[in-house]
């Protein structure tokens, strides 16, 4: 028997996230904490310890409802940051927020700008939602091509996507570029600025820019910097507290967890443990660059200021789902470009982590032969 669900949801596409190195050790054998997980943009050094002992003493309050719109965890952020907490909504990780964001801001059949390629996860929750994506392109080297995203805000989508360091290229958008896209949104789009990556950037991004636009959202994760991906927290922030209330009341209603709220307040403010991981992918994402620059079979795309970067294959025998494979019985996980729109054949998306990972993915990149 089959019950017909929503069409869009039947003929969306899935996400295809990293594998896990479970996969990879049981498959060829390999010691898992030998396995260089470089698809998921985890932190290198694991979990914000400051959340990890809040967690623990979260258990004590496991038989309780949590506050459903996780009050201290709002609090905790907008005093990091310098804004109401009204003006702060929290979700079971970022892409929780960003699903409210589309079903709360577009309707069925507007638009929902974003660039091309993106994180998939705007393009597959606007599609579920029967929402419309616009895709703007991007340059030769995944530049962000301003003049064409500016011609496409003109149609007046409902919702314009930037990712600032974007996803999957990592390159950090100018703030002028940030608030030419503001000023043109004007009160037709809300603006959404994605900074799940913004520590690797070392600069503090776009937040400010919150106090000058009222049409204005950022988002922003606890999976990468604080090493919180397992426990699943991520928030919207707004100065206009009109665009959080909309979000508030989509919400599924007590989407955040006591062992959530009680990691986040603490790992928000565990400084020590957020400049240790942006430390070691600094080093060793210019490490890897000079490393590549040798290569002539595989280059690095210029311009990340993330903790990931692309991979460009240059040997024309060599397609990115070869490649995958071959560095997957290596013991190297990265994810192939042929399962992100807009990315393709001759592209890898590949993790900064600990130099020991990075020297098995180099080496293993120079055992690949053709088929
Ligand atoms: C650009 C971007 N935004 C948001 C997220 C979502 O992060 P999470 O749901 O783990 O908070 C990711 C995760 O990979 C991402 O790449």
Request: proline residues 6%; charged residues 25%; negative net charge.
């Amino acid at each position: 028997m089959v019950i017909p669900s929503n069409q869009a949801l039947i003929d969306g596409e899935l996400y295809v996230p990293g594998l896990p190195a479970e996969y990879v050790a049981e498959r060829f054998g390999i010691a898992p904490a030998d396995v260089a997980k470089l698809g998921s943009a985890e932190n290198p050094h694991g979990a914000s310890p400051k959340a990890l002992a809040a967690v623990k003493e979260a258990e004590s309050r496991l038989a309780i409802y949590p506050d459903w719109t996780a009050r201290a965890l709002r609090t905790a952020i907008a005093e990091k940051y310098g804004f109401d907490p009204d003006g702060v909504v929290c979700g079971s990780g970022e892409t929780e927020v960003i699903s409210m964001v589309i079903r709360a801001f577009a309707g069925p059949d507007d638009t929902v700008l974003m660039h091309k390629p993106c994180f998939p996860l705007y393009r597959i929750y606007a599609h579920c939602e029967g929402r419309r994506p616009l895709y703007a392109p991007m340059g030769p080297d995944f530049e962000f091509c301003m003049d064409e995203y500016l011609a496409l805000l003109a149609q007046r989508p409902r919702i314009a996507f930037l990712t600032s360091p974007h996803n999957p290229c990592g390159r950090l958008m100018e703030i002028d570029d940030i608030r030419r896209v503001c000023e043109a949104a004007d009160d037709a789009t809300l603006v959404v600025l994605d900074e799940a990556y913004i520590h690797y950037s070392e600069t503090e991004g776009g937040m400010h820019l919150l106090r000058e636009y009222p049409n204005l959202i950022v988002l922003r994760t606890f999976s990468k910097a604080f090493g919180l991906a397992g426990l699943r927290i991520g928030f919207g922030i707004a100065n206009n507290v009109g665009l959080i209330d909309p979000l508030r009341r989509i919400k599924p209603t007590w989407n955040m967890g006591q062992v959530q709220i009680a990691g986040g307040v603490a790992g928000i403010n565990d400084d020590a443990h957020v400049a240790r991981a942006v430390q070691t992918i600094v080093e060793n994402r210019a490490y890897v660059a000079s490393e590549l620059a040798k290569s002539d079979r595989f280059s690095m795309v210029p311009g990340s200021r993330s903790n990931f970067f692309l991979t460009r294959i240059l040997d024309p025998e060599l397609g990115a789902t070869h490649v995958f494979n071959e560095l997957l019985k290596r013991g190297v996980i990265v994810k192939d470009g042929n399962d992100i729109i807009g990315l393709g054949d001759r592209y890898l998306r590949v993790d900064v982590n600990l130099k020991k990972h990075m020297d098995r993915f180099l080496w293993a990149l120079s055992e690949i032969r053709p088929h």
